[in-house]
């Protein structure tokens, strides 16, 4: 199974700053064929399903906002929030869709500081 | 619009099997796989497994195996999941949730509570 480990665990933005969260996976997501990472950024508010925010771990779904930004390739990856709003106090996880069984990270909380 | 809605919450004593479906509107059914994760009180994401409602086959975590179902009703474009042998660590949110392939996960049901309590 391929292990997905985020960090932080959770972290305190101030209102208009910038968040990052990492995500590793134990083994490379880089589908050879389409040369594309199998890499997913999810955003779940409480008592919400998640949404999908980023897939392919750049590509921001559709209608969601440009301050959200996915990269990294292989096995190392970012989601930035440039500029964090409000309604961003969630908790984000990544997850690889390579291969079964689906892996999800543990989750980041993002706050207000 | 893609709609994934899913039954209402369960209460179940130890030891008993709980069916959760979700019903699929908006798009074609067997189309896409449907995939189950759950969500315990307070903690993070579980995958579960995933059916493909064309042929149903299915795929399970190794975690379910033997005492998970997913099965599907193309007629009604509804997928079912359906847990037995309940212990009180089964007691969580359930999910039904699209999969767009080499996407991801782009739809999710609304979510189902099931408690599993004596």
């Known amino acids: 199974d391929i292990v997905m480990t985020q960090s932080p665990d959770s972290l305190a933005v101030s209102l208009g700053e910038r968040a990052t969260i990492n995500c590793k996976s134990s083994?490379?997501?880089?589908?050879?064929?389409?040369?594309?990472?199998?890499l997913a950024w999810y955003q779940q508010n409480p008592g919400q399903p998640p949404k999908l925010l980023i897939y392919?771990?750049?590509t921001r779904e559709s209608g969601v906002p440009d301050r959200f930004s996915g990269s990294g390739s292989g096995t190392d990856f970012t989601l930035t929030i440039s500029s964090l709003q409000a309604e961003d106090v969630a908790v984000y996880y990544c997850?690889?869709?390579?291969?079964?069984?689906?892996?999800f990270g543990q989750g980041t909380k993002v706050e207000i500081k | 619009q893609v709609q994934l809605v899913q039954s209402g919450a369960e209460v179940k004593k130890p030891g008993a099997s709980v069916k959760v479906s979700c019903k699929a509107s908006?798009?074609?059914?067997?189309?896409?796989?449907m995939h189950w994760v759950r969500q315990a009180p307070g903690q993070g994401l579980e995958w579960m497994g995933r059916?493909?409602?064309?042929?149903?086959?299915?795929t399970y975590a190794q975690k379910f195996q033997g005492r998970v179902t997913m099965t599907r009703d193309t007629s009604i474009s509804t997928a079912y999941m359906e847990l037995s042998r309940l212990r009180s660590d089964d007691t969580a949110v359930y999910y039904c949730?699209?999969?767009?392939?080499?996407?991801?996960?782009?739809?999710w049901g609304q979510g189902t509570l099931v408690t599993v309590s004596s």
């Open positions: 059916i493909n409602p064309n042929s149903g086959a299915t």
């Open positions: 997850q690889q869709y390579y291969s079964t069984p689906r892996t």
């Open positions: 392919w771990a750049s």
């Open positions: 949730a699209r999969e767009v392939r080499g996407v991801g996960l782009d739809h």
């Open positions: 083994q490379s997501v880089l589908y050879s064929s389409s040369k594309k990472n199998y």
């Open positions: 908006g798009y074609t059914f067997t189309d896409y796989y």
